[in-house]
């Protein structure tokens, strides 16, 4: 870490415990209570509305780089005990990396690499376009208005997936309907349990009938590594369950960056005028928007540390904010404004060290089809009601607007 974590001769009291309660938030207002916890320390504790006890909370970018990178602060520990955290059902299963600590973390992920390289993103462009084109010919079909969030936004991250995935089109309107129960906020908890174990039992299915295929697709990879004996077969399940529903988060962010598009005039011109700068402006617009509530996945303090004259004791649960270190003033000045012309943008927006995101390439490359087809095929592309009657998601961990109604 940095000379903060030798040893001091004196300890710093701990900082009272702050409860942090499950708020929806609307619009792309930043987080109230995390912005207390920032103003109040690098280091903080933390007690989240479910789970047991209080945990640390890091804020600051270089402390957020340093924990991330540090395997001295274990995910495989959270597995074992009831930490306090903010999602109200806690069940992770063998082989999801989330949960993994070096060396099984890149055993794991190195079985399924192949399908999220650069590489494998660019080959993979051309059809996403043509994904992509179909969902917007029937918008302007049909005409406006359209809630491009039901007509575009989640549909298309969604098939997207089920390419990289490797689901077959006969199977895709099933494993479609699970992934939207698993994420539903509306069904409750027995209806995500009836769609994880559909989901879950297709996923072993599929993976045992791909064991001697040779395709690049994710199953077709998993079936392979598990004949290889270099997975077993409920970790390659446990593996492919969250990439299979991973197409939710594209869908949010990219819902976020385009209310942003269509509230800030500015940031509209610039995206239309200047396509060759879409990429830095995108980047920076990810490096902004709250693409989450609260904070995701605790680690564990494997031994004593020593952090800005606090002592993090072992078996600590530890939190770090990536939307905290993405808003940090030491590393992005004025970060409380979307500056088009930032020049150095090196955000956590996708996380950092070794459960860095593993779709990292492939979201970036679904948002930047996503706005700049909608920029191009709709003209004057604008919000059909106010921006206060844009509904956003409620009950969630992962934030963004639930519909997105348009006219152009």
């Not at 082989?95 to 079985?111: C, E, T, V």
């Not at 998993?222 to 399940?237: D, I, Q, T, Y």
């Amino acid at each position: 870490m940095t000379e903060e974590t030798t040893t001091l001769a004196a300890q710093a009291p701990p900082p009272p415990v702050r409860d942090w309660p499950a708020v929806d938030l609307e619009g792309t207002g930043f987080d109230p209570v995390l912005a207390d916890l920032m103003r109040e320390g690098p280091l903080t504790r933390i007690r989240l509305p479910y789970g047991e006890g209080w945990a640390w909370l890091a804020t600051r970018y270089e402390d957020v780089r340093a924990i991330t990178n540090d395997p001295r602060f274990s995910r495989a520990e959270v597995t074992k005990r009831q930490v306090t955290r903010m999602a109200p059902h806690f069940a992770p299963r063998p082989g999801s990396l989330a949960f993994a600590d070096q060396p099984d973390h890149q055993r794991l992920r190195r079985a399924v690499a192949g399908a999220f390289t650069v590489a494998a993103v660019r080959r993979l462009r051309p059809r996403a376009q043509e994904l992509l084109d179909a969902l917007v010919d029937g918008v302007v079909r049909d005409g406006p208005p359209a809630d491009l969030m039901e007509r575009v936004l989640e549909p298309f991250p969604l098939a997207v997936v089920s390419e990289v995935m490797g689901v077959p089109a006969a199977d895709r309107e099933r494993v479609h309907s699970w992934t939207r129960e698993i994420i539903s906020t509306s069904g409750g908890a027995e209806a995500a349990d009836r769609a994880k174990r559909g989901l879950y039992a297709w996923i072993a299915r599929t993976i045992r009938a791909r064991a001697g295929g040779a395709g690049e697709d994710v199953y077709t990879l998993l079936g392979a590594a598990v004949a290889r004996g270099e997975v077993a077969e409920e970790e390659a399940v446990g593996l492919a369950g969250p990439l299979q529903i991973g197409g939710e988060a594209v869908t949010h962010n990219c819902g976020q960056i385009l209310y942003l598009l269509l509230t800030r005039p500015e940031l509209m011109a610039r995206m239309r005028e200047r396509p060759e700068a879409r990429g830095p402006l995108l980047e920076e617009l990810l490096r902004y928007v709250p693409h989450r509530s609260s904070v995701g996945i605790a680690r564990i303090a494997l031994e004593d540390v020593e952090l800005h004259g606090l002592r993090i004791r072992a078996g600590d649960p530890v939190y770090v904010s990536y939307l905290a270190s993405n808003r940090d003033p030491e590393v992005f000045p004025d970060p409380d404004f979307p500056d088009p012309d930032r020049v150095s943008n090196p955000h956590l927006a996708f996380g950092n060290g070794p459960h860095y995101c593993t779709g990292a390439a492939l979201a970036r490359m679904q948002t930047e089809l996503l706005v700049a087809t909608l920029l191009e095929r709709l003209p004057a592309l604008r919000l059909a009601v106010p921006p206060a009657e844009v509904t956003w998601r409620r009950g969630t961990m992962i934030r963004g607007p639930l519909t997105l109604p348009c006219d152009w």
